[in-house]
């Protein structure tokens, strides 16, 4: 499969190959019994037999996809999509303006249907902009840092190491030594590289993922690295999570005006949206959806940015809407959107309503993440100061 993941190293494999049809057994059929299976990136997902017909259905359609791309490869050459932006210091024709942008307009469709399995670790690499940042540090930065950080001992190292035996545990390498030994690498490595985010529970999750998808853990770093520093607002791994708080916020005014009959039931039950939406965000969906319908949310993350985690998240309510409207209690709630997360096969289905049934303006986003910020930076001080007065008090 994908792993063992070697630290520079190409590896020689093809998840293409592997996107089978999967056959429950005429018993389980029958009984519409749960069945287990293992996805495209080793883990174990369980369903009935109605979710192995879904995720059939959605793999005949990756096979689909992955020929659309592999045409577009053979028409425009290797790396057709790195020609999407006009260079600003050259007055470009007004042909070549054009093709730009309608290679730009084909790139973004395909994106959302899908990055072929066996094409994503280039793509992801190219389009996130990880190669560049990557190409303004010597060759031998990655394992330069990692050497001299191995062994030193600081509070994120600890929680860390704490994290690791929790962070996908059954996974065939990602719960053994050597996988513990690579996310521990990557995560360790970045908290050196930036001290002011450090470690947060939350980005062992994301640096597994990245692990099984990139080619090597290198790119893996680098890969987390364009996520924390470019593609994700600064502040949201903090310590004091302040960016984490603003986006729960600005989720709650936007749930509010998209679904504002959803929003009002949801309150009247005393139900807090960020109960289930702070994992989401912390976590990029990893610990809530399935692997492979969470790589699809990030191959558009990757390309459009973070407003994606507001389109899928308010999808995933609206989906629900009815259901959630006839509940009494917070747990139901919580337990139809855990269900419908955890079974949601079909990315094509959350994309869409993601996308064409929610959309908004990106700069009405970062209008609204302004408006948080003072409120919610005004509240951490308060409970700051409110600490350090108790803090005294227990003292004297």
């Known amino acids: 499969m994908m792993y063992p993941i070697q630290r520079n190293t190409d590896l020689p494999f093809e998840i293409q190959p592997e996107i089978r049809i999967l056959r429950p057994s005429i018993h389980a059929r029958r009984a519409n019994l749960v069945v287990k ?106 394992n330069d840092l990692t050497g001299a950080v191995s062994d030193k001992i600081t509070p994120a190292t600890k929680q860390i190491d704490h994290d690791l035996p929790r962070t996908f545990p059954g996974h065939p390498w990602l719960d053994t030594p050597e996988g513990h030994a690579a996310v521990r690498r990557v995560l360790v490595g970045y908290s050196f590289r930036d001290s002011d985010v450090g470690y947060c529970q939350g980005l062992n999750y994301v640096a597994a993922m990245l692990l099984l998808v990139m080619k090597t853990e290198e790119e893996a770093f680098w890969m987390l690295a364009v996520l924390l520093e470019n593609v994700l607002v600064n502040d949201c791994y903090t310590d004091n999570l302040s960016g984490c708080h603003v986006d729960q916020r600005v989720f709650k005014d936007l749930l509010t005006k998209k679904c504002p009959r959803l929003s009002a039931h949801l309150e009247t039950l005393g139900f807090d949206v960020s109960l289930v939406a702070t994992e989401w965000f912390l976590c990029l969906f990893s610990k809530s959806l399935p692997s492979e319908t969470t790589m699809r949310v990030w191959d558009v993350l990757f390309y459009e940015g973070a407003k994606v985690l507001f389109n899928v998240a308010l999808a995933i309510f609206k989906m629900k809407e009815e259901e959630l409207l006839v509940t009494y209690h917070v747990g139901d709630a919580i337990k139809i959107i855990q269900n419908t997360t955890h079974h949601l096969f079909d990315p094509d289905e959350l994309l869409t309503i993601a996308f064409d049934k929610i959309n908004f303006m990106t700069t009405n986003l970062s209008k609204q993440r302004k408006k948080q910020e003072t409120v919610v930076m005004a509240e951490l001080d308060q409970r700051l100061r409110r600490l350090n007065t108790t803090k005294l008090s227990v003292k004297s």
């Open 37 to 142: 299976f293992q996805d495209l990136y080793g883990f174990t997902v369980e369903g009935n037999v109605d979710d192995v017909n879904v995720l059939n259905e959605v793999r005949e359609k990756v096979r689909e996809q992955g020929r659309v791309w592999w045409a577009m490869e053979a028409n425009k050459g290797a790396n057709w999509y790195l020609h999407t932006y006009g260079s600003s210091s050259i007055a470009l024709t007004s042909s070549l303006r054009f093709s730009v942008l309608v290679n730009a307009m084909t790139l973004k469709k395909l994106i959302r249907k899908g990055i072929p399995p066996s094409l994503r670790p280039k793509v992801w690499f190219s389009l996130s902009g990880a190669a560049k940042k990557k190409s303004t540090v010597p060759d031998s930065y990655y």
